[in-house]
């Protein structure tokens, strides 16, 4: 039985990669407008922080690998790239399903040449599309059906990403947020914990949170 996950190539980009993850808080920072990352803007903020690795934690990663391999999706999305740590983990899981493909996004140049660079070091590159530049114009496009999403990008975005994707979410899709403790994300939890909005939802206790939401199909209007 096939484990891409575990195999020692596999195993040699992660191994690295979290290595240089653990080294954020010592990243150096460019410079932003106004100096706030509260006032700048999404672009602003990823040019600022293009050395930080910002990772999902090794237990969220295998969480997507399972729910990946469980799900057979043809079309996976992840909303928030960065160096391609996740990237590996939704890949590693399509390679061992034999079938479809990951379309990654992310707004800082110089992190999608080094994601790309790491997915092809992981023998992962011919499953993965990475699209360069704000998500909400390069995922306009992705075709559908969605079978599942990875919402891992500044986390103001995760809503307004989640609505553009939902006419294309295949019913059953799941969507998976990263980091549902920060207090950005109350206004995305409000809406996928709403069943009105067609989606069951439950919170998964991995480092910072992740919430995994079945989209049902259809919104249900209850009277």
């Avoid at 969480?63 to 590693?92: H, Q």
Wanted: charged letters at 20%.
């Amino acid at each position: 039985m096939t484990n891409t996950l575990h195999s020692p190539l596999v195993r040699t980009v992660l191994d690295r990669l979290f290595a240089a993850a653990a080294l954020d808080d010592d990243a150096p920072r460019g410079p932003l407008p106004g100096g706030s990352l509260e006032t700048a803007t999404a672009q602003e903020r990823a040019d600022a922080l293009a050395a930080l690795y910002l990772p999902i934690s090794a237990r969220g990663g295998d969480l997507l690998y399972t729910l990946v391999r469980a799900a057979r999706p043809e079309t996976v999305v992840e909303f928030g790239t960065s160096f391609g740590i996740s990237t590996v983990y939704l890949a590693a899981a399509v390679a061992d399903n034999g079938t479809g493909r990951v379309y990654g996004t992310e707004m800082s140049a110089a992190k999608v040449a080094t994601a790309r660079a790491n997915l092809a070091e992981a023998g992962l590159g011919d499953v993965v599309t990475i699209l360069p530049g704000n998500a909400l114009d390069t995922l306009a496009d992705v075709p559908g059906p969605i079978g599942l999403v990875l919402l891992d990008g500044w986390k103001e975005l995760s809503l307004p990403v989640l609505r553009l994707l939902e006419p294309r979410l295949a019913p059953g899709a799941l969507v998976v947020a990263d980091d549902v403790t920060f207090a950005s994300m109350a206004d995305y939890l409000d809406y996928v914990r709403d069943p009105a909005n067609g989606y069951v939802s439950v919170a998964f206790p991995v480092e910072d949170g992740m919430e995994i939401s079945c989209h049902t199909g259809a919104a249900t209007t209850y009277s």
